[in-house]
């Protein structure tokens, strides 16, 4: 689940349903201080296409300089 795609509204229809006491203030803060989180670490993290290519150029870096040596 992408916490970017959860809206508040949406929640407060859950809370609505539940018929629960929650500070929704309080509860509309958190909500931005995880979506924040969640965004810094994705810009972190590289895409898997980019990690394979990364990993399969240095393996094949590795394997051409053994050759080289061999030689």
């Known amino acids: 689940c992408d916490l ?9 229809k859950c809370i609505d349903f539940l018929a629960l006491d929650i500070d929704r203030d309080k509860l509309f803060d958190e909500m931005n201080i995880l979506q924040s989180k ?3 670490l994705n810009s972190y ?3 898997l296409s980019r990690q394979i290519s990364q990993y399969i150029n240095n393996d094949a ?5 053994e050759f080289n040596n061999d030689i």
């Open 45 to 47: 993290r590289e895409p």
């Open 61 to 65: 870096r590795h394997v051409y300089e």
């Open 4 to 12: 970017n795609q959860i809206k508040f509204h949406q929640i407060e």
């Open 38 to 40: 969640f965004k810094e």
